[in-house]
């Protein structure tokens, strides 16, 4: 029997907000939500943007009035949503009217005039064959040109892509812990994880003493790397800027460090590790291996995810040649007016003409069934499966295949011995990977249409969440799953807003493609899909919180499911305390830079078992008996 892998917590930040305790899902369908829910929502997406303070007495304002947060909604409100979503590029990234770049300009001589004076620390060490050079005086040299000459000015252009999905404004995660040196997608790496962790309402201690070290497992990655100036992209112009490489921007411009620095800087973690990379499918390439691997029997614990900051001029104009991405005279032409409204920017399965970028971390915190009853952990879900499949022969490396019909057939075949026919065709909905292109919204919709046809589904709703965040890349499938769970919890299905209606060319006949919110309570799975370039499709299989304690009533009985629920009161005691303490501004980041070192000489290793310091539990080498017929 395989162990079930249950969601026992989940966090990251995006451009709705904080992911735990469903804040960024209750930002993508605030019109829909109670007052209370939509109150506390506004409140602690001003808090993050700064636009109010919290303290451990309530919220006030900037100038130190006291706020209610009905004073926080009519004052502020508007004010905090438009810091939030998929907006105008702001400048603390860079200046879209007017970005840096470097102009190529050939110097003509002047009938072999053409002299200039130039430092003599500034003369090159191979000296160029045209230049012709004399002393000048103690500092400097004369030059005089034989020839043409190119050299690079700095300039500024106009950037064709104006927006994209940026964390909440004023949010910086960077002077949320010491975080010098360290590239924005790492920085996010560690906020992002430690809200999840903190969502669980169990100490990490409380984990580690449950399990033994080889029996945890981390998976994440990035797929851009880490592009700015503190990682790759900082070593890759520095040659052509004239400054040095540091020591640490090669290291931690690495795709696998989100893995890395979770292990060593939060967790102390000893045991699995990896970063699968499958484009815009990464975050479910790492929950598969999450998953499998609890199933398999191999951890008990895994902690998945993503995080990416790719909102950086190089990899915007990477999309942007590929007519990937939806330009500013794109949105102009769409919109029929000269200042198109940049909010909307991302427009899936309707009237579109590119995908917006966006940046995000996601994590999940997965256990199995039988440590999450032990430990009464909350249930918000469980992961039965994740396919992945790829596309065979391709005319275009972007181009779709029929890999994705794979992933969602068997997605949906899967889910249906679970719950049922009933269950997949009036109870199951689907997160789009919704890339707002106009391939994206005639391809996957077929799919859809005739994954539902062959499964008899006829009304099947159809969630889209780039519509408000944007493409985080990597972390593209997590926005999905954590947005999938808020529905779970709320009843509710996000409408794709940016769009005044479905496209023509979308196969809608057996779609529910809503521009409003959707009410739909009962809800027993999710679909997650993704379509990654290069052929890297998957589509996971989310379960319901009630579907999971349904399957683990079914395994452990009535008698265990009560104990569970009496142990879970303090979890989600403890979990709801740090939900108070991240609304009000202490988002609690866990980071330990050069604290618990392990000494190895204090490994114990006998024959049978190896223990690590720390540790209750000592490992257990494995009884391998799976060539026991070959030797």
Not at 521 to 546: M, R, Y
Request: one cysteine or more; aromatic letters at 8%.
């Amino acid at each position: 029997m395989a162990r079930l892998p249950i969601i026992v917590g989940f966090g990251g930040y995006n451009a709705a907000g904080r992911s735990s305790f469903h804040h960024g899902f209750r930002r993508m369908v605030i019109e829909s939500l109670d007052e209370q829910s939509r109150l506390e929502t506004l409140a602690g997406l001003g808090v993050m943007t700064g636009i109010i303070k919290g303290d451990n007495s309530g919220f006030i304002s900037t100038e130190g009035d006291s706020l209610s947060l009905k004073d926080i909604e009519s004052r502020f409100g508007k004010q905090i949503l438009d810091a939030t979503l998929i907006r105008r590029i702001e400048p603390s990234y860079f200046d879209v009217d007017a970005t840096p770049w470097q102009q190529s300009l050939t110097l003509a001589t002047d009938d072999g005039k053409t002299r200039f004076l130039l430092s003599r620390r500034q003369l090159p060490e191979v000296v160029p064959a045209t230049w012709h050079v004399e002393d000048y005086s103690d500092t400097h040299v004369s030059i005089t040109l034989a020839d043409n000459v190119e050299v690079k000015v700095d300039s500024m252009r106009d950037m064709p892509v104006k927006s994209a999905g940026q964390l909440p404004s004023g949010f910086d995660p960077a002077l949320l812990y010491n975080s010098r040196f360290h590239p924005r997608g790492l920085q996010m790496t560690i906020i992002g994880v430690s809200d999840a962790l903190h969502s669980m309402g169990i100490t990490w201690e409380e984990v580690v003493a449950a399990v033994k070290p080889d029996e945890i497992a981390v998976h994440a990655g990035s797929v851009m790397t880490q592009a700015d100036e503190y990682g790759f992209g900082g070593m890759l112009q520095s040659r052509l800027k004239g400054t040095r490489v540091t020591a640490k921007q090669l290291p931690l411009g690495l795709n696998t460090m989100p893995a890395d620095f979770i292990n060593a800087y939060v967790l102390g973690n000893v045991g699995t590790t990896g970063a699968a990379t499958g484009a815009c499918a990464t975050f479910l390439y790492n929950l598969k291996q999450g998953v499998e691997s609890i199933q398999a029997g191999k951890a008990r614990v895994a902690i998945v995810g993503s995080s990416e900051a790719p909102i950086t001029p190089e990899i915007i104009d990477g999309f942007a040649a590929m007519s990937a991405l939806g330009t500013f005279e794109g949105l102009k032409k769409l919109e029929g007016t000269d200042n198109p409204d940049l909010r909307r920017s991302s427009r899936p399965f309707g009237e579109n003409c590119g995908f917006t970028i966006g940046e995000s971390c996601q994590f999940v915190v997965l256990m199995d069934d039988a440590l999450a009853l032990e430990l009464g952990a909350q249930i918000h879900g469980a992961v039965s499966d994740v396919f992945v499949n790829a596309d065979g022969f391709k005319k275009s490396i972007s181009a779709p295949g029929p890999g994705n019909f794979i992933t969602l057939s068997k997605a949906v075949a899967a889910a249906r011995q679970l719950v049922g026919d009933d269950g997949i065709r009036e109870r199951s909905f689907i997160h789009a990977h919704g890339s707002s292109t106009p391939a994206n919204r005639q391809t996957e919709s077929e799919l859809f249409h005739r994954v539902a046809e062959a499964f008899g589904i006829e009304h099947w709703p159809v969630a889209a969440v780039k519509a408000y965040v944007g493409h985080s890349i990597g972390p593209a499938s997590g926005d999905q799953v954590v947005s999938a769970l808020g529905s779970f919890h709320y009843g509710l299905i996000p409408g794709i807003k940016t769009i005044d209606k479905v496209a023509d060319d979308v196969y809608a006949e057996r779609l529910d493609i809503s521009v409003q919110d959707i009410r739909k309570q009962g809800l027993d799975v999710a679909f997650i899909n993704s379509k990654g370039f290069g052929g890297n499709n998957a589509t996971g299989v989310v379960l319901s919180p009630e579907v999971a304690k349904r399957m683990m009533q079914k395994r452990y009985g009535d008698e265990a499911m009560a104990q569970h629920a009496a142990r879970s009161q303090a979890v989600e005691a403890r979990a709801e305390a740090y939900e108070q303490r991240a609304l009000h501004g202490q988002f609690d980041v866990i980071y330990s830079f050069g604290e618990k070192l392990m000494d190895d000489s204090q490994l114990g290793i006998t024959d049978a078992t190896l223990s690590v310091p720390g540790w209750d539990h000592a490992i257990e080498y494995p009884k391998d008996t799976r060539y026991q017929d070959m030797v």
